[in-house]
């Protein structure tokens, strides 16, 4: 008795994880190559970085994944609490441009990848320190043991840091995972590898866009060389600096976790941008996974995209329909908790507090943007839009929308008027078309050819409209009386032919 209660006297155990199994489970918390690298990035950004490189080498089976920066580096002390797992408890505040928070993202993100992590970095005047994880000598000693040096198969890559003051070099190697499988000396693994560093550049402009915008920018990133030419372009979600782009006030939401901002964009329908401008605007995921939400951290983006559960029932699904809905949401760095923030900073959920008050300002953005998607070119203000006479009419009942065709239109008013005692017979064959408006099949082939078609510089008129221009200016001209000018300004406002406003221009003032 008197042994067992001296084991009593602890009432618990110390049962530190393994080793091994430990790193290899945070192996697997599902960062793709793009968010790996953007991490990482993070950690520059808090270090006080203005310029990152990102190169990707191909070395066959040996290649690397290096990132330099010129932030201010770490002392022995400092880089061994970075190494080491969760350094940093997540409920300990940060500085606002610190866009850390879990302590894991330096390890989880390069092991992701592959399965040799090593960090070499100096501060002003000191001398360079450096350390790595090699999760193959984790396996054979199933100890925490964090090397130091670094490896002779990647010393070479810390020599960039003998010619600066101050930075950081982090080497991820043996990259067992980035493509899936262990990377060959084949040709076919090369061109996969140069591949997807396209796809990580274009993951970084689109992530870090607000970073590296205006002419004297708080970061530069390079990709594969120091050179004005490799530097990465910021791409802009919002396309914030066309004429025809529609943002609505910004508006500060504030709530028991903090405040958010938000701002709505309607963008331009594709009649209104170049082919370059709209290759562009789609970004690197295209069109509809980019329709809704921009949520951002810091000025960080973590989200590209969504309606984040929001709208009625089961929430808005992105179905292209409203694709040219864009919703900046800013989020502080101290509303992880309220936002359920993840570790790979790729998840961001509302609070219920103001799961109504986005909800209402998506609903007005979607609105507009469905009506821009919804119409063709030659469109122009939000006044002009609502003074423009349509031929079809929304029917709104309980068991959905319908179209109906306006007979105030002139050229419908025209045709019923001019067949006199017959009008009847012309009102069962508008009855049988609206009846049988194949909107689905309607919707899917606009869809898909405005994800596969170029942006055109404008509509082309058909034979069939032009006649039916012609003639419906020569009943205004003739049967109603109106004077050239007068009737010119009614067919700008008057579907279809407001998208041909060059061809209403020269009609001729005098008619027979």
């Known amino acids: 008795m008197g042994k067992l209660a001296v084991e009593l006297e602890e009432d618990f155990d110390h049962a530190p994880p393994g080793a091994s199994a430990m790193l290899e489970s945070l192996r697997g918390i599902g960062y793709s190559p793009p968010a790996a690298i953007a991490d990482l990035i993070d950690n520059s950004i808090a270090a006080g970085a203005t310029h990152v490189r990102v190169d990707f080498e191909w070395r066959g089976s040996g290649s690397i994944v290096r990132l330099t920066d010129n932030g201010r580096g770490m002392d022995r002390p400092a880089l061994v609490e970075a190494m080491r797992p969760a350094g940093r408890h997540p409920l300990e505040p940060r500085e606002p441009a610190d866009l850390g928070r879990f302590g894991l993202g330096l390890k989880t993100a390069s092991l992701s990848q592959g399965s040799l992590l090593a960090v070499a970095s100096r501060v002003e005047n000191g001398s360079i320190e450096a350390r790595y994880w090699d999760l193959a000598h984790v396996a054979d000693v199933d100890a925490w043991q964090l090397l130091r040096g670094m490896p002779a198969e990647i010393a070479a890559d810390a020599d960039i840091l003998s010619d600066r003051p101050h930075g950081t070099v982090v080497v991820i190697a043996r990259l067992d995972r980035m493509l899936g499988r ?5 040709a076919t693994d090369r061109q996969r590898f140069y591949t997807l560093a396209q796809m990580v550049e274009r993951h970084l402009s689109m992530t870090f866009h607000r970073y590296l915008e205006g002419p004297n920018p708080r970061l530069v990133i390079t990709f594969n060389g120091d050179d004005e030419a490799q530097r990465v372009i910021p791409w802009d979600p919002f396309i914030s600096q066309h004429k025809a782009t529609a943002p609505t006030p910004v508006e500060t939401i504030r709530h028991s976790g903090g405040s958010v901002e938000v701002q709505g964009f309607v963008l ?3 009649d209104r941008m170049s082919s370059a401008e709209f290759g562009k605007a789609e970004g690197p995921s295209g069109w509809q996974a980019h329709e809704g939400f921009f949520v951002y951290r810091g000025e960080r983006l973590l989200v590209a995209g969504g309606w984040l559960g929001l709208g009625p029932g089961r929430g808005w699904a992105q179905n292209g329909i409203h694709r040219l809905a864009r919703i900046r949401l800013d989020l502080p760095t101290s509303g992880d908790l309220d936002w359920k923030v993840d570790i790979r900073k790729s ?13 209402a300002l998506a609903e007005n953005v979607r609105r507009d943007a469905r009506e821009i998607f919804a119409q063709r070119a030659g469109a122009g203000t939000r006044k002009q ?15 959905g929308v319908s179209y109906r065709v306006d007979r105030a239109h002139p050229s419908v008013r025209h ?18 078309i609206e009846a049988t408006v194949p909107v689905q099949r309607i919707w899917i082939d606009v869809s898909e050819a405005a994800d596969s078609t170029a942006a055109k510089a404008g509509p082309a008129m058909s034979t069939e409209e032009a006649a039916a221009l012609t003639s419906l200016y020569h009943h205004m001209r003739t049967g109603l009386k109106l004077g050239a000018d007068e009737a010119r300004a009614r067919l700008m406002v008057l579907e279809p032919f407001s998208s041909y406003p ?6 001729p003032d005098e008619v027979r």
């Open 415 to 432: 045709a019923l008027d001019a067949v006199g005692n017959k009008r009847q017979i012309v009102e069962d064959m508008l009855a049988v």
């Open 502 to 507: 060059e061809a209403i221009r020269k009609l």
């Open 268 to 270: 331009p329908h594709r």
């Open 347 to 359: 998840i961001a959920v509302p609070p219920p507090s103001l799961r109504k008050r986005l909800q």
């Open 182 to 186: 262990e990377l060959t000396d084949d």
């Open 385 to 399: 839009r609502e003074q423009l006479v349509r031929a079809w009419a929304p029917v709104h009942t309980s068991r």
